[in-house]
């Protein structure tokens, strides 16, 4: 095979330049015929170069960052399988892109050898690793995400066994870690794809029946957005709505948790408006209200208490004229792209290297926080509980008497709280006072509550603890 073309590198190129970001392009070219040179003759079972996946692998982050996108992980993403696929060593990685690439790269190569179809022991020892990688650098798992949604949209040239394998370990691991993280654009895709290749029918089944009335759907939508529309050029408030599909994957869930027919979900139609801010976002709640007929018990407010993935939305479902049940998610631009891109959203670094911006590690410290403690467990099957746990669990949030939110699993009770303060804290814990008034230890913590830890110097652990705490800190 002869030398790889090099407008395999034009989508990246061309993304990188309407994004408008500043990752260098020099580099990044040197970084493709490096991959190029490495994977050789390798061929995609779809009979592509090698190489087209390392660049689609950076094309989809460029995407997901945008302007955000630097030359490191675009190099990393490129540079992402030639430890492992090719007889490059890493050192040499690192010689010619530098530590902080070579770092990345090493990681995306160990999460690559994780095989999670095995023993439940080693099942456990895969998931510590992965979540220690994790530790070491989100950006690791930002490539490894986009990796396996190219895979997936490529799984079509696999057979059906090693294909459904996949498309398990996907809805099992790297949708609810894309969920974790709060990037729904992967989430969304990733379990689409999933239920495609482990429910062909039902996947196809769906797709048929809501293609069948889109139009009818589409135009239903139109109606109901029209008059909110109008409302809001009155009163000046200068906020975007449209229509929202919603997910195959999300409907097929909805059936069968609910018993139903397709066509007994109402709720397939919905509408997202994006407001200036946090304050219109109330004021077209209220306009939607004035319009329709609320689902009071639909309603939900994510924007006083946020999500534990930093997702902020108001959620109202109403009845239009007819019948029809729509969905309404109402949110600021800045709320809108953390619900859509999570923690990437926020991806930021410094100028001139030197590490992740701490804004991003403090909105990921809950996790890393238990990750650090779990390295030390040696029972698997408890790794294994506190990992499926720590992807799928909700989250309550509390508040210090100084007002700072802290971020506790759902169940949890002051003695957890009284650990994620202090060690010591938690030592030397006598009682606690919930929204000023005094509450048993075992009482469970809500969202919005103030938590305030009574302690004494005489204070010390007792082993009846160990039943009323729900956090691993504890």
């Known amino acids: 095979m002869g030398p790889v073309p090099t407008d395999i590198l034009g989508p990246l190129l061309l993304i990188l330049e309407r994004s408008k970001a500043r990752a260098d392009r020099a580099r990044l070219t040197g970084a493709f015929e490096f991959a190029a040179k490495a994977h050789g ?9 090698y190489v087209t996946h390392c660049v689609a692998v950076a094309v989809i982050l460029a995407d997901l960052l945008g302007p955000r996108a630097d030359e490191t992980i675009l190099t990393a993403a490129l540079l992402h399988d030639v430890v492992e696929d090719t007889d490059v060593d890493l050192k040499l990685v690192g010689t010619r892109f530098g530590p902080e690439v070579e770092l990345l790269v090493d ?56 294909a459904t394998r996949i498309a398990r370990e996907t809805r099992e691991i790297y949708a609810p870690l894309a969920h974790r993280l709060g990037i729904a654009r992967f989430k969304w895709e990733l379990e689409d794809l999933c239920l495609k290749y482990l429910d062909p029918d039902a996947f196809n ?3 048929q029946r809501v293609q069948l009335k889109r139009e009818e759907r589409e135009g239903l939508i139109e109606e109901v957005m029209r008059p909110l529309i109008d409302r809001l050029r009155e009163l000046e408030i200068k906020a975007e709505v449209t229509g929202r599909p919603k997910h195959l994957d999300s409907i097929y869930r909805k059936m069968e948790a609910q018993n139903r027919k397709f066509e007994e979900i109402f709720d397939l139609l919905g ?8 304050v219109d976002c109330y004021r077209v709640l209220g306009l939607v209200h004035d319009l329709y007929t609320p689902v009071h018990e639909r309603f939900k407010d994510y924007i006083a208490t946020p999500k534990s993935n930093m997702y902020q939305s108001l959620h109202t479902t109403v009845v239009v004229p007819g019948g029809t049940m729509v969905e309404f998610q109402i949110r600021t631009l800045e709320m809108h792209q953390t619900a859509e891109l ?17 804004e991003l590690w403090a909105k990921l410290q809950p996790v890393l926080r238990n990750v650090e403690w779990q390295s030390t467990t040696s029972d698997p099957d408890e790794f294994m509980d506190f990992f499926k746990t720590s992807l799928y669990q909700d989250e309550v949030f509390v508040f210090t008497p100084r007002g700072d939110l ?29 929204n000023g008034r005094i509450v048993p230890l075992r ?23 160990l039943k009323l705490v729900k956090s691993p800190n504890a």
């Open 342 to 358: 999570g923690v990437a959203a926020h991806y930021r670094y410094k100028e001139g290297g030197g590490g992740p911006d701490v």
């Open 41 to 49: 003759s390798q061929l995609r079972l779809t009979g592509e170069p």
């Open 271 to 278: 509408v997202r408006v994006i407001t200036p801010d946090k």
């Open 443 to 465: 009482y469970e913590l809500r969202s919005g509550d103030t938590v305030q830890i009574v302690t004494s110097p005489l204070g010390k652990p007792n082993r009846d603890w």
């Open 107 to 162: 990681g995306v190569t160990k999460i690559g050898g994780l095989h999670f179809d095995r023993p439940e022991w080693e099942q456990a020892e895969n998931f510590r690793k992965m979540l220690l990688s994790m530790a070491k650098d989100l950006r690791v798992i930002l490539i490894k995400l986009a990796d396996r949604l190219h895979n997936m949209r490529t799984l079509h040239s696999l057979d059906l066994a090693r």
């Open 205 to 207: 089944d769906l797709r």
């Open 406 to 434: 802290r971020r506790l699993p759902s169940g949890a009770t002051p003695l957890d709280f009284a650990y994620l303060v202090h060690t010591e804290v938690g030592h030397r814990c006598v009682g606690a006072k919930v």
